[in-house]
């Protein structure tokens, strides 16, 4: 679940460059000489009606409202709200109809969930059915997922298989982020925050053309949280909790000519903080609710040297577009790496059924694990578009993506470990629109992918484990149809067929065990819906009713009889359900967003048996029987996917008041998570009810000198809720954050 990694003083130093780089990046920015100009809120346009959406989920400029897909976005205010006091890529959880994030591995590994489709495999190596895209760019590894958010311009998640333009591993949808570009005008801000736990967040931007034919923008983002959670068993005060992160991105745009445009992205980002926080047996037998021996502020760790995680990454992408007579041609080049390491106690108390002293609770034996990751990968993207207007459209491309990863595990009682995976995936691709009629159009794909992946790793014994190579190539396609009933109101039907392709796991050799396998996975999604701008444009509603069938399900069969983690497939996976969207301006100060979904998830497969609970702590709801090594199995046919919320809902009120200088302002979030399964087997314990977290900002803004200073709260009702669990040892659980107050402020310049 972790890795050993060398510390040493060049990584603090790396890191304290960096902060040192921003820390002058900012004063640039602040002592600026510029003019001010009036801004507006982003998510309302000047006559109180809602703007029009602008997104990319065909990978080219249209229309949310005419996009054939269940998609939403978010941009301005609401996106920036949820990041306050620190916020990253998870707190994107519930936030949207269907999706869902959680992690076992700390803020560097974040695990996504579309539809109920993801994978809750911890282990760094791990493929994931949700694909993340940052400025056009797939990050594949979960280490790459988490870069961290600022200068966003918006993001779009779109639900569903997404095979034809965006490759493999795409089965249950895209989360895709778009960054600020440079623009010829200049324009610049600064974000100041403080909040509880010593929380101190900064980020800048600056930007504007330096020549006739360059532009650029610079944007920084500097974040801190000091330690908050304390050693009971040490008996060391505020060790655990906190984190520092630093992170920059440099674009910079050439436009030789009125044809050729070339941008060129360079980003970084360092991190040092604290692993998740194992809670050895806050869950009693026979229950799901934290009990005596959970304290947020404290855990009682005799190993794992209170957590630390730490991670450095860097990247740069090159976006070439050259228009020619009737269509453009793009290509995208992109280098990504990262690395670094989390160690953590994953029993998650002291002592052990053997010695003297032991808490909380029951702990059979020591669990202590280490993790350090270094990987890389390469993507190239080409791509024809036609640009010739009519009744048509097409676009044709081909992808290339390479990568490496190198994962050494150490489970402290062998020696370490080192397994290395690299995958190659090749892909041809098309997409093409047709106008049946002026009211119709006719959206058709298919791509067919190659994706090649191995394995070698040497065991703590010094011993080379058998390579495995396994080779696959798949066709994926998709059809979409749009109907207009009026200018404001359409439906669409459509048909997509996406694959994920076969995964390798090799964390077990850690543990006297061999590599596992999971065969490709294949899905079949039905989805039909509609797109309505209703009451003269102040009403926004969106629904969507969706089916789909996974075959050859990837699993992951975690914990169990050790700690441990092994691949299977599962004859099948079903999902049906829906979701809403709406948004609403009651009048020009008044602005409501809403959002539900239900999923229905189920594995279908009448033979597979996966370990439960080596504790024997728990208490399995499932058919069970006892495997030839005397430990309990569950038969998992008929069970909802693991971590698949049956409902999300989420909401936000904006309420604004107009004074002569600019406007005071009050904006509430909320969102709630249905009923989830945390494993494939079912479990009392491990069964989580409905949860839910709030947040609330109270602001003004000055219109006139274009600042606003606003009172910020993060689970503001500080609910204390179960995100997930380890079952091998004892009943072990992990939280959520804890509530967050603070103030921000924000000065723009013109």
């Known amino acids: 679940m972790f890795g050993v990694y060398n510390n040493n003083n060049g990584r603090n130093m790396k890191f304290n460059c960096k902060k040192a780089a921003i820390a002058l990046a900012l004063q640039s920015i602040m002592f600026s000489g510029t003019a001010f100009a009036e801004e507006q809120t982003e998510d309302q346009a000047e006559d109180g009606k809602l703007e029009t959406i602008v997104v990319t989920a065909t990978k080219r400029p249209q229309s949310a409202q005419e996009v054939p897909i269940s998609i939403t976005s978010m941009y301005g205010e609401q996106f920036e709200n949820l990041l306050s006091g620190g916020g990253d890529i998870l707190t994107l959880a519930s936030r949207v109809p269907g999706l869902y994030a959680e992690t076992s591995n700390g803020r560097v590994a974040p695990r996504f969930y579309i539809r109920g489709l993801g994978n809750t495999d911890f282990d760094l190596a791990a493929s994931q059915p949700v694909s993340i895209i940052m400025d056009d760019v ?141 809670r050895a047996n806050i869950l009693t037998t026979g229950s799901n609710q934290l009990n005596a021996n959970y304290d947020r502020d404290t855990v009682y760790y005799d190993e794992g040297d209170n957590n630390p995680q730490e991670y450095d990454g860097d990247g740069a992408v090159l976006n070439i577009t050259y228009d020619m007579a009737d269509m453009t041609f793009s290509s995208i080049t992109a280098y990504e790496s990262a690395d670094g390491r989390s160690l953590g106690d994953i029993d998650g108390g002291y002592g052990a059924s053997y010695l003297p002293e032991m808490g909380p609770g029951f702990i059979p034996f020591n669990s202590a694990t280490q993790d350090a990751a270094d990987v890389s990968q390469l993507t190239q993207e080409f791509r024809l578009a036609s640009d010739t207007g009519g009744n048509s459209t097409w676009q044709v491309g081909f992808y290339y993506f390479d990568s490496e990863l190198e994962v050494v595990t150490t489970p402290f009682f062998v020696a370490p470990s080192t397994v290395t995976q690299e995958n190659t995936t090749w892909a041809v691709f098309g997409q093409g629109t047709y106008d049946l009629s002026d009211e119709t159009t006719l959206v058709y794909g298919l791509r067919y992918t190659n994706d090649e992946r191995s394995l070698t790793a040497i065991s703590g014994a010094g011993i080379p484990i058998d390579p495995v190579n396994l080779d696959d190539g798949q066709v994926s396609w998709e059809m979409m149809l749009n109907h207009r009933l009026s200018d404001d109101v359409s439906v669409y039907g459509r048909i997509a067929n996406g694959f994920r392709a076969h995964s390798i796991q090799g964390r077990d050799i850690a543990f006297f065990g061999t590599p596992s396998v999971a065969e490709s996975e294949t899905i079949m999604s039905f989805e039909a819906g509609f797109k309505a701008d209703l009451l003269d444009n102040t009403l926004r509603l969106n629904g969507a009713l969706f089916s789909y069938e996974v075959s050859d399900i990837q699993l992951t069969k975690v914990g169990g009889n050790g700690n441990n983690v092994g691949l299977a497939n599962s004859d099948k996976g079903v999902g049906q359900g829906f979701e809403v969207d709406a948004q609403y301006h009651l009048n020009e100060n008044i602005t409501f967003t ?43 046919n008929g069970n909802p996917f693991p971590q698949a919320p049956k409902t999300i809902f989420n909401f936000t009120t904006r309420f604004a008041f107009p004074i002569e200088s600019g406007e005071i302002f009050a904006l509430v979030d909320f969102a709630q998570q249905g009923d989830t399964n945390l494993f494939i087997y079912e479990t009392v314990e491990y069964n989580v009810d409905s949860q839910h977290e709030t947040g609330l900002r109270l602001g003004y803004i000055n219109a006139e000198h274009s600042y606003d200073v606003s009172l910020y709260g993060r689970n503001i009702t500080d609910e204390h809720n179960l995100k997930g669990g380890i079952d091998f040892n004892n009943n072990t659980g992990f939280v959520n954050e804890p509530r967050i107050w603070g103030v921000e402020f924000r000065k723009s310049f013109y």
């Open 138 to 278: 797939v990050m594949e590894n979960v280490v790459l997922k988490s870069f961290p958010l600022f200068d966003i311009e918006g993001v779009e998640v779109i639900r569903g298989p997404q095979g034809t333009l965006f490759g493999r591993n795409t089965t249950a949808g895209i989360i895709k982020f778009t960054s600020k570009k440079p623009t010829e005008d200049f324009d610049a801000y600064v974000k100041l925050g403080t909040g509880s736990y010593g929380t101190r967040d900064i980020e800048a931007a600056v930007g504007g053309s330096l020549s006739d034919t360059v532009s650029a923008r610079f944007s920084v983002l500097n974040q801190h949280r000091d330690d908050w959670v304390s050693n009971g068993y040490t008996g060391m005060n505020d060790v655990m909790g906190g984190h520092d992160e630093a992170a920059y991105r440099l674009q910079v745009a050439f436009a030789p000519s009125d044809d050729l445009d070339i941008l060129l992205n360079v980003h970084s980002r360092s991190y040092e903080g604290t692993a998740s926080l194992f």
């Open 594 to 636: 809403l959002g539900y979904s239900y999923n229905d998830t189920e594995l279908q497969d009448n033979n597979l048996w996966i370990p439960v609970c080596g504790s024997g702590q728990c208490t399995a709801t499932d058919v069970t029987r006892t495997n030839g090594a005397g430990g309990l199995e569950a038969l998992v």
